[in-house]
């Protein structure tokens, strides 16, 4: 049976959505390594490593509640009975109903989870601090500090929980530009709490900002949109709570095996964060800087590649389209590569200039430097396998399978359990992020694995290519960006025209060896900046 013909049109829609994801993306990660840069720059890396440990419980939370379990097992059903509900008034009820529901149980539930939190955070923080390692771990100060930053920062919970819900409906609604804003006003807010109130409360003035920036950008900001953008959609509140009904046991059984599939690397970097934490509380603080480094790429890349072409494979399957499926997202996980493979080359053999660019100021001493930058090489050897799983996560999920990514998951996060504790007992401060980096390669290898069992690396060659073009590429233009190195300079503005020439060398190999994915992009975005494109002629998707 022939296979279906190439769809350049799906192709380009993908590519069109992918760019305006990764820019929207691109925005919020800088924001948030702004905010960790100035923390950095204010405050002692003992007491930024203490903030960040404070982090850890209330991050890893609301990613798995507001980013995984609402977005995954909410949404697609409030979609569904948004669109029955224009020729049926019942099901827009029950869409309303059911966020009546959501809302209600995320605001119980958080009360809950900041009451434990609150009465338990010595307990509950305790595997965190490193005192269990052997090797020291966090000072009493710390402990103390580090508990006391976590008490306060979990009542911000209710706000970023509940407003998770309310980003997921307005997002359901399409009204992304809405949601695109609340990181952006989030992270402002502890930027400028602490640029106010750092001489006078100390690194407690972030801990303000977060409380403050929670209320008004998650939860005042998107209740006042949605209660303008859902009039036409007949908006409705009013508590409610049925866990038994079948709207909310199908929401139930969808989200949980997807939650786990989309927090695997997260649970894993708390892991590392857990074993770094062993060699004291400004390793934190260097372990902290360097992740937000080296996780820029699969968050800008990975997720909008991954979350753009969600919806394209999924029409595919639906229509039948397998061999097209297969295609297309080949042609994502090839771009994914060339797209990463130079910046995990340029973190890796280069950490250094970055790390003192964006860190190396105020109370960050040349030491710091010197430890965020070891940390920051190893750990960008798991960034192209990273974003390659972030991808192929998506794409099973695009075909209706959540649980090959469930066991590739678990699979992934007991490698890095025991990698961690190892790095912890056994290893140096690097240790534990060479021990996350692994266990993304193990994760990526088993997905692929799994992936080439469906089918979906029939035709993997242009894969492999544009990988292997990609790595030669990259080492061609490191040992360009090396020689440019050795010229007369040694300040800013040597270091980023050094990263300009190994970034520009290697484009013009990969155009040079006439990449597909390359060329087309380049095309896509000519035709954006189109006068006609720039006119009004053409509308964003």
């Known amino acids: 049976m022939p296979s279906d013909p190439p769809r350049h049109s799906t192709r380009r829609e993908v590519l069109i959505a992918a760019i305006f994801m990764i820019m929207g993306i691109f925005g919020s990660r800088l924001l948030g390594l702004v905010r960790v840069q100035v923390q950095s720059w204010w405050f002692t890396p003992a007491d930024a490593g203490a903030l960040r440990a404070a982090f850890i419980v209330p991050d890893l939370l609301f990613y798995i509640i507001a980013g995984g379990a609402l977005r995954s097992g909410f949404v697609p059903i409030f979609v569904r009975l948004l669109r ?33 939190g609150v009465t338990f955070a010595g307990t509950i ?35 970023l929980l509940v407003g998770g819900v309310l980003s997921g409906t307005l997002d359901a609604m399409k009204r992304s530009r809405v949601t695109a804003v609340v990181p952006c006003l989030y992270n402002a807010a502890i930027i400028l709490s602490m640029y106010l109130l750092r001489s006078r409360c100390g690194v407690q003035s972030a801990v303000y900002g977060v409380l403050v920036g929670g209320f008004l950008s998650n939860l005042v900001w998107q209740a006042w949109a949605l209660a303008r953008e859902g009039r036409e959609l007949g908006i409705r509140y009013r508590p409610a709570l049925d866990f038994r009904h079948p ?33 004291g509380e400004a390793a934190v603080a260097w372990f902290d800087n360097a992740s937000r480094l080296a996780r820029l790429p699969d968050g800008i890349f990975g997720a909008g590649l991954g979350i753009a072409l969600f919806p394209y494979l999924s ?35 280069a950490p250094v200039p ?27 050897v798991g960034i192209v396998p990273l974003t390659l799983s972030v991808v192929l996560t998506r794409v099973f999920y695009a075909r209706g399978d959540t649980m090959t990514p469930l066991r590739c998951g678990i699979g992934a996060i007991v490698f890095a359990a025991l990698a961690s504790l190892l790095s912890a007992r056994f290893g140096g401060y690097w240790g534990p992020a060479l021990a996350f980096s692994l266990a993304c390669w193990f994760n990526a290898v088993q997905l692929f694995w799994a992936y080439g069992r469906a089918g979906g690396l029939d035709s993997a060659q242009s894969l492999w290519r544009s990988a292997l073009l990609s790595h030669l590429a990259a080492g061609l233009a490191g040992g360009v960006g090396w020689l440019s190195l050795k010229l007369p300079g040694g300040n800013l503005a040597h270091a980023m025209a050094s990263t300009c020439v190994i970034l520009g060398t290697y484009v013009a190999l990969l155009w040079w060896w006439k990449l597909d994915e390359l060329a087309t992009l380049v095309r896509m975005v000519k035709r954006r900046l189109r006068p006609s494109a720039l006119g009004g002629a053409e509308t964003e998707p």
């Open 354 to 380: 970055p790390v003192a660019i964006l860190f190396g100021h105020g109370r960050y001493g040349p030491q710091d430097v010197a430890n965020t930058a070891t940390m920051l090489a190893w750990q960008a």
């Open 84 to 116: 029955l509900g224009r020729d049926d008034a019942e099901s827009q009820k029950q869409a309303w109903w059911l966020f009546s529901v959501l809302v209600t149980a995320v605001t119980l539930l958080s009360i809950v989870i900041v009451a434990l």
């Open 315 to 349: 029409h595919l399957m639906a229509e039948g389209k397998e061999a097209e499926y297969h295609r297309q997202a080949m042609h994502v996980l090839r771009l994914a590569v060339i797209c990463t493979v130079p910046l995990a080359a340029l973190l890796a053999c």
């Open 247 to 279: 709207l909310v046991r199908e929401m139930a059984v969808m989200a949980a095996p997807i939650v786990l599939g989309l927090t695997v690397a997260e649970i894993n970097l708390t892991l590392a964060k857990m074993a770094n934490a062993a060699y």
């Open 125 to 159: 923080m305790a595997p965190f601090l490193g005192r269990w390692s052997g090797k020291g771990g966090f000072s009493d100060e710390a402990v103390a500090l580090t508990v006391h930053l976590t008490r306060l920062l979990l009542p911000a919970q209710v706000f």
